[in-house]
């Protein structure tokens, strides 16, 4: 997703904060970069598809400046080239955009007809267009940015530098997250204060239709109707600031090994103290159902809840894709809790879910990993995730992080609910409490999974497949495999496959499985059985005891219902690892994909 630095200083040259931001920035996934900075009162742009660091190349080691914007453009509306990426100039405006305009063929329309020619084809020019059509008519930067927030409809995060003004930035807010770092002399716009920990940890939040005129000391806040906003100064204090691969050769490898550490650290504060803890989790008695809202591994955490609310508590919950849940008609009522889950907490579709669910005054709860992101001010109460900052594109510590508050959370609607027993209770947290000794092996067991790989990666086609909650989690095994080795690879429910997939098994076609239900096992067997007799290699997780010569098998200890979806999930992380390894992708950063979704 796009991203956004800006920054202004009464004395340092603000290129290498620029840089350094977007730099810090490219975990969210990216196609082209630019950047615009003052020199002796002239803007300079200069824009390129690829990496920051070919950017950087461009800059004369004397290239000096005290005022800049910067972006990287995940493309949206137009192709990746340097003509779409930003900054993007109209006459007195430069701006950088992070969000879409949706009705930018309508005011570009306008604006053509006000003699305005455009040679990009995004919605972000259109924007500075559109600014600099309102500075010319009122001459005056204020009018003009209230004027742009009345017309332009959408999603914008919008850093602004305007003609013979080089003592102000400004930045203008709607949906798109943009905050104002704040340090000694010099304030810097960003997208994520993450990107200006070097700098600063010290920060403004922007909410919705608010906008900002930034000097070097100081930055005066004001919302839609010109009133200006006192805003608490937020202090960033998450530990984990390193945003280094330390000696793993990818950051998904380590985030991947850090869950020894991630999964019990995001239990801890719901089990230290055994059942007075799990009661800190909020309770849901009072509600008939429970709706959960998602994208991509956030969804599919979902799904692990839903077998889990369903078979374990008898409690009605269904769950949904934020982008089909935004536009159909869900029945809201007071009686429906509603979850939202993010890593990011900054998805598009998500939140524009939330906002749905809070419109019709129905209740919300937020199952986030960025602190402080967007969708932790719009949920009504926030569960945090403690899996720390993932920065590989490929969810897989806070995919667990996420099983792991949902887990938790019914094991305590389970227990008020009174379909437990305070003894089974207590077993299942100490199955939490000794979850790395149970992950450990799991995450070392590297042999099998580099067998595997080798096994499958010149593979075109890869089924995963699971009834009940191995079927969640074949979901969460697909996207792994696909979106980092860019093998086609799709789930199914076991006791679909006959229903028309079979018929594209062919010799040699892998097909990944978990069985992990007692009641459901004996099916998925058979179901491997059908598989292998039309000539596929078959791998399978499993918690039983089964021998089979034509099967790989991947044991896993018996756990709770609670627990397994944490262990079956290690194995297709890990070969999905080691598969991209060896057909050499981008793993961090794949192709076409964004660590964050800012945009429908
Ligand atoms: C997961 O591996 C993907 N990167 C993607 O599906 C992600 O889970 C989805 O975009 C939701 O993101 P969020 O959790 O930040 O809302």
Redo the contacts with the bound molecule.
């Keep these: 997703m796009c991203g956004i630095v800006g920054a202004i200083s009464k004395d340092r040259n603000i290129l290498p904060i620029l840089i350094t931001g977007l730099k810090n920035l490219e975990y969210r996934g990216y196609d082209s970069a630019g950047i615009a900075y003052l020199r002796n009162n002239k803007v300079t742009i200069k824009k390129i598809t690829g990496k920051v660091s070919k950017l950087e190349s461009k800059l004369n080691k004397n290239d000096n400046s005290h005022l800049g914007i910067a972006h990287t453009r995940w493309a949206t509306h137009g192709k990746a080239n340097a003509i779409n990426a930003h900054p993007h100039r109209y006459k007195h405006i430069t701006i950088v955009h992070n969000g879409i305009i949706e009705n930018f063929k309508e005011l570009k329309d306008m604006l053509e007809k006000e003699n305005y020619i455009f040679k990009s084809s995004t919605d972000s020019e259109v924007a500075a267009a559109l600014l600099n059509y309102y500075y010319e008519k009122y001459n005056d930067i204020e009018k003009t940015i209230k004027e742009f927030m009345n017309k332009a409809i959408g999603s914008y995060a919008i850093g602004m530098i305007v003609d013979n003004d080089k003592d102000n930035l400004y930045a203008i807010k709607k949906e798109s997250p943009l905050i104002i770092g704040i340090s000694n002399n010099t304030i810097m716009l960003s997208s994520d204060i993450r990107a200006i920990l070097k700098y600063t940890n010290k920060y403004y939040i922007l909410d919705d239709y608010e906008y900002a005129k930034i000097n070097y000391n100081n930055a005066i806040i004001k919302n839609k109707t010109g009133k200006q906003i006192n805003k608490e100064l937020k202090e960033y204090k998450n530990e984990d600031t390193t945003n280094s691969k330390g000696k793993y050769k990818h950051f998904m490898l380590k985030e991947i090994m850090e869950q020894k550490e991630t999964i019990l650290k995001t239990a801890l504060p719901f089990i230290e103290d055994g059942i007075n803890s799990l009661l800190i989790m909020p309770d849901l008695t009072k509600y008939k159902e429970i709706a959960i809202v998602?994208?991509?591994?956030?969804?599919?955490a979902g799904l692990v809840a839903k077998y889990l609310f369903t078979e374990l508590t008898n409690t009605r919950c269904n769950v949904y894709l934020?982008s089909e849940y935004r536009y159909q008609n869900n029945f809201l009522s007071k009686d429906t809790l509603t979850i939202f889950?993010?890593?990011?907490?900054?998805?598009a579709d998500?939140i524009a879910a939330i906002k749905l669910v809070k419109s019709k005054g129905c209740p919300t709860l937020g199952i986030i990993?960025?602190e402080e992101s967007s969708?932790t001010f719009l949920v009504d109460k926030c569960l945090y995730t403690k899996a720390g900052s993932e920065i590989a594109?490929?969810?897989?510590k806070?995919?667990t992080a996420?099983v792991t508050i949902l887990s938790l959370l019914v094991l305590s609607h389970a227990y008020r609910n009174k379909n437990i027993s305070k003894e089974k209770v207590l077993e299942i947290i100490d199955e939490f409490k000794n979850i790395k000794t149970l992950i450990t092996p799991l995450l070392n067991n590297k042999e099998i999974y580099l067998a595997i790989a080798k096994d499958i990666y010149k593979e075109e086609d890869i089924f995963y497949i699971g009834r009940g909650l191995d079927y969640a989690l074949s979901m969460e095994g697909a996207?792994?495999l696909k979106?980092i080795s860019y093998i086609h690879s799709e789930s199914y429910a076991a006791g679909e496959l006959k229903h028309g997939t079979i018929s594209l098994i062919r010799k040699n076609t892998p097909v990944l499985c978990s069985a992990t239900n007692e009641r459901l096992n004996a099916k998925t067997i058979s179901n491997l059985k059908e598989v292998l007799a039309r000539g596929a290699k078959v791998y399978l997780i499993t918690d039983e005891k089964i021998k089979d010569d034509n099967i790989t098998i991947i044991n896993i200890k018996k756990t709770s219902d609670f627990i397994k979806s944490l262990l079956v999930i290690i194995p297709y992380q890990l070969i999905a690892y080691y598969t991209a390894a060896l057909r050499g992708t981008d793993i961090d950063k794949p192709k076409n994909?964004?660590?964050?979704?800012t945009v429908e």
């Design positions: 998602g994208c991509g591994t956030a969804y599919h934020a889950i993010s890593q990011s907490g900054e998805t998500t990993n960025v969708m594109v490929a969810s897989t806070a995919y996420q996207l792994k979106e994909l964004a660590k964050s979704v």
